[in-house]
């Protein structure tokens, strides 16, 4: 090949180059663009199914909620079934009893606490003003 003929050869070669170029471009881009419509109808359908679906799952979700509560109150009935099986029940009471008037006096030396707060509080307060 001499240099006259790739001269002319050149111009050509670019042109198919490009036209090649673009002839790509153009159909990724339409290849992108029906990927794009192909998501979106899936996505529409998809919100359609849930919407339907929706009501149920939820009447679901409640039974579930239901059955786990049932079963929390039958375990927490077997555990005092079984507890009180094998404890003694004198010795229960009594620490039962010693605990709720432990629990009574902390309670009260709490109600004791927050009334000299609010009484210190109301007479800082009275300073101030």
Same mark, same amino acid.
């Given at each position: 090949?001499?240099?006259?003929?790739?001269?002319?050869?050149?111009?050509?070669?670019?042109?198919?180059?490009?036209?090649?170029i673009?002839?790509?471009?153009?159909?990724?881009?339409?290849?992108?663009?029906?990927?794009?419509?192909?998501?979106?109808?899936?996505?529409t359908?998809?919100?359609?199914?849930?919407?339907?679906?929706? &009501?149920?799952? #939820?009447?679901? @979700?409640?039974?579930?909620?239901?059955? %786990?509560?049932? =079963?929390? !109150?039958?375990?927490?009935?077997?555990?005092?079934?079984?507890?009180?099986q094998?404890?003694?029940?004198?010795?229960?009471?009594?620490?039962? &009893?010693?605990? #709720?008037?432990? @629990?009574?006096?902390?309670?009260?030396? %709490?109600?004791? =606490?927050? !009334?000299?707060?609010?009484?210190?509080?109301?007479?800082?307060?009275?300073?101030?003003?």
């Amino acid at each position: 090949m001499t240099l006259p003929f790739l001269q002319i050869l050149t111009p050509y070669i670019t042109l198919l180059l490009t036209v090649g170029i673009w002839v790509v471009g153009w159909l990724m881009k339409k290849l992108i663009a029906d990927n794009d419509r192909h998501f979106l109808d899936v996505k529409t359908e998809l919100k359609a199914k849930i919407d339907e679906c929706g &009501g149920e799952l #939820e009447k679901r @979700i409640d039974k579930l909620e239901r059955d %786990l509560e049932l =079963l929390e !109150r039958s375990r927490l009935a077997d555990h005092k079934y079984l507890y009180e099986q094998f404890v003694h029940k004198d010795g229960f009471h009594r620490t039962v &009893g010693r605990t #709720e008037s432990a @629990i009574g006096r902390i309670f009260k030396q %709490l109600n004791e =606490l927050n !009334r000299v707060v609010n009484r210190n509080i109301g007479a800082a307060e009275s300073h101030h003003d």
